[in-house]
DNA sequence: TCTGGGGTCCTAGGACCC
DNA sequence: TCTGGGGTCCTAGGACCC
């Protein structure tokens, strides 16, 4: 916590549906939804006119269609959320070199790195206005809320206090008072999980939370969750504002309308999102040693299984083999509803580019999860694509059939690829034994 | 046909090494 | 024959956030 009111949390109001009934006249001052349009999807943001019929986020498009179902239902655009949202963090970073995105509609700014005057109440009050009216100009109408506090907890609870369109400036020296009367769940961290066991130690309030010593908050929440609280209750939070985060994962998931029961449209569907944590890994000049696979089976029992390789890699092949493979282990005969696969463990570097064409062959080689050991086909020509080894099962007309074999899924999907494909990496002699 | 998608962080247990 | 700790890495699951 600083002396100061340095510490700035910026928040579109509504963000989705605002965009959408800012480039769509006909929306403005009627409910719209985006999300919650799939079979299965959820409400990611509803304009205050859907709120007022009592659609959030996070509720289930049936709930909200049967709250609201006048309401507009849109999918979304992220290509103009990001848009506009990049044109936000610009004006943030007009204000301060130290922005730090928490997502498309929420950032902290740090003022204290600004070029202000002071940093008195007054001066941030009027720092905040400004903010909010430049933010309304350069997006082209949309509102944002903001709070101004010492600290990132205290910004962020003071953004929730007047929304939508409005600001919140906590003095120094005034936080606990502001906190002491709220309930637990206002702070970031107290979930329902949380909320539960403090309710059921008789805990509603920050006023009582604060009378818990840190050792019972501890044994109640584990150590990092109780120590944590036991700070955030006596306004202590001095986590710096920072930049640049770097990544730590990249995912691709889905869930499906009906349940998924055939294992070879799994293994299509896991291959197809590898081949995409792929792309995006190289875009960003990532790559990465554990491949994880998640499964959300009938009952929304949710399982992952991941592998870890002795390098890394950002090759969707790769990726989807061991996603594959993960998957191979895992009994779906109830029926899927979600599948995912993710690559984490990442490296910001790519291999190719420090290493050379010599270190990248070798990574093909210790990033199989197991030698091809397979016993083929007496004179049969053993390929290799994206899927990994296979061989070749039939050809003709310029085409040749494909059929790949794992060693824990016998037999495997069979494909066809003109001979010409450059997804047919390289031919092999099959293994003598 | 209740319950998205993309993330982060934490915990607990087991393997393994010194 | 029985009994150590500490540290690190990996895996699976869960809570939470927007």
């Known amino acids: 916590m600083r002396s100061t009111a340095s510490v700035l949390h ?109 940093l008195e109440v007054a001066t941030v009050t009027e720092v905040g206005e400004r903010l909010r009216a430049r933010v309304h100009e350069v997006t082209g109408g949309l509102t944002a809320t903001v709070g101004i506090a010492s600290s990132k907890f205290l910004a962020k609870v003071a953004s929730e206090l007047d929304k939508p369109d409005g600001m919140t400036v906590v003095p120094p020296g005034t936080e606990l008072d502001l906190l002491r009367p709220m309930n637990v769940h206002v702070i970031p961290g107290v979930g329902p999980a949380t909320a539960e066991r403090l309710r059921r130690a008789g805990i509603h309030t920050i006023a009582e939370l604060e009378l818990v010593t840190e050792d019972e908050l501890v044994r109640l929440l584990g150590q990092a969750h109780g120590h944590g609280l036991w700070q955030l209750a006596r306004a202590q939070d001095s986590r710096p504002v920072v930049a640049e985060r770097e990544a730590k994962s990249v995912s691709v998931e889905g869930t499906y309308d009906s349940d998924l029961t055939d294992r070879r449209l799994m293994e299509g569907l896991l291959t197809r999102q590898a081949r995409e944590v792929g792309t995006r890994l190289r875009k960003n000049g990532l790559s990465g040693r554990t491949v994880t696979i998640k499964v959300r089976l009938h009952d929304f029992t949710t399982l992952s299984r991941s592998s870890t390789l002795s390098s890394p890699t950002d090759e969707g092949g790769t990726i989807g083999r061991i996603a594959r493979s993960l998957l191979a282990d895992l009994d779906t005969t109830g029926g899927v509803r979600l599948l995912g696969v993710g690559v984490s463990g990442l490296a910001d570097w790519v291999q190719e580019d420090l290493f050379g064409e010599t270190a990248a062959e070798e990574e093909v080689e210790v990033v199989l999860p197991e030698p091809p050991r397979r016993t083929w086909p007496p004179g049969a020509d053993v390929v290799h694509d994206e899927l990994g080894p296979g061989w070749v099962w039939g050809s003709g007309a310029g085409v040749v059939t494909v059929r790949f074999e794992t060693a824990d899924t016998p037999p495997g999907p069979v494909r066809s ?14 293994p003598e034994d």
């Open 10 to 118: 910026l928040d579109l109001d509504a963000f989705f549906a605002a965009v959408e009934q800012r480039d769509k006249p006909s929306l403005r001052g009627k409910p719209v939804i985006v999300g919650g349009t799939g079979g299965r999807g959820v409400v990611s943001t509803a304009s205050y006119e859907a709120r007022r019929y009592g659609v959030g986020s996070a509720m289930s498009g049936r709930e909200a269609r049967a709250r609201c179902p006048h309401a507009a239902f849109l999918s979304g655009r992220f290509h103009a959320y990001r848009a506009t949202s990049k044109l936000v963090m610009e004006v943030l970073r007009d204000l301060s070199p130290l922005v730090e995105p928490l997502s498309l509609d929420e950032a902290f700014v740090d003022l204290a790195a600004a070029d202000l005057p002071d």
């Open 417 to 430: 690829f003109r001979v010409d494909d450059p997804a047919l990496r390289r031919f092999e002699p099959p």
